[in-house]
């Protein structure tokens, strides 16, 4: 489903993204690791990524409803068990910034998985901006397939949308949940007066902020899927 449901085409990036697909390939020479571009909901803007466990580490960030949003520094995707390149800057909703260094786990002495280590350079770096760094790697990503699963379709959802105004569909969605609290994707989708993929993208987009809920760890979501009202 990742392949099917997300762009992986040789189409210019954005304007401010630093790495374009075409001068990451030539980098990535002969390495076989899959290359992603994809347009992110949470930053509105196009993004090249190559290889799989740092698309998916960002697709973790664009599920997270505490995160306001994420940039590329230098180039975080030279995946390494010890890497000086680049990282993600985080930003949650609260104000917060931490960073992430996406890398390979190790191997301990006893032969054990063990976490990536951060260099002493990036370290000082975080240091001196006041914010913590943390390093991520494939064994984050265990037993998080159905999340995954989930907001690679939802933003695949959203994306498709992004092109046609969503007023309407947001008026209705925010009234349906004002007044009913809880309700089917299906009840939503129901509603005559909606585009039934621009309200799906609303939903999505409601999601993703945190103002509606559904289980999305364990369950996939689709027109059976329960959206509960988030009261803040």
């Known amino acids: 489903?990742?392949?099917?449901?997300?762009?992986?085409?040789?189409?210019?990036?954005?304007?401010?993204?630093?790495?374009?697909p075409l001068s990451v390939i030539r980098k990535r020479a002969a390495k076989v690791s899959n290359l992603w571009i994809f347009d992110s909901p949470k930053n509105n803007r196009r993004l090249t990524?190559?290889?799989?466990?740092?698309?998916?580490?960002?697709?973790?960030l664009e599920g997270d409803t505490g995160v306001a949003g994420y940039e590329l520094v230098d180039d975080p995707f030279k995946v390494a068990s010890n890497s000086?390149?680049?990282?993600?800057?985080?930003?949650?909703?609260?104000?917060?910034?931490?960073?992430?260094?996406?890398?390979?786990?190790?191997?301990?002495?006893?032969?054990?998985?063990?976490?990536?280590?951060?260099s002493e350079n990036l370290r000082e770096k975080a240091s001196l901006a006041g914010v913590e760094v943390h390093a991520r790697s494939e064994l984050e990503l265990l037993g998080k397939e159905v999340f995954l699963d989930n907001w690679l379709m939802l933003c695949?959802?959203?994306?498709?949308?992004?092109?046609?105004?969503?007023?309407?569909?947001?008026?209705?969605?925010?009234?349906l949940m004002s007044r009913h609290g809880a309700l089917r994707v299906?009840?939503?989708?129901?509603?005559?007066?909606?585009?039934?993929s621009i309200m799906l993208a609303v939903v999505a987009r409601a999601l993703q902020d945190?103002?509606?809920?559904?289980?999305?760890?364990?369950?996939?979501?689709?027109?059976?899927s329960q959206l509960d009202r988030v009261r803040s």
Do not use: C
């Open 1 to 20: 489903m990742v392949k099917a449901v997300l762009e992986r085409v040789s189409s210019s990036a954005h304007a401010r993204e630093t790495f374009t």
């Open 49 to 60: 990524v190559s290889g799989d466990v740092p698309f998916m580490h960002l697709m973790l």
């Open 84 to 118: 000086d390149a680049g990282y993600v800057r985080v930003r949650s909703r609260d104000g917060a910034e931490h960073w992430i260094v996406i890398a390979r786990s190790g191997r301990s002495s006893s032969g054990k998985d063990s976490g990536p280590s951060i």
């Open 156 to 175: 695949a959802i959203m994306t498709r949308a992004k092109a046609y105004p969503t007023y309407r569909e947001t008026e209705l969605f925010l009234a």
């Open 186 to 196: 299906q009840d939503v989708l129901a509603n005559a007066r909606a585009d039934r």
């Open 210 to 224: 945190g103002t509606v809920h559904t289980d999305l760890t364990r369950r996939l979501f689709g027109t059976h």
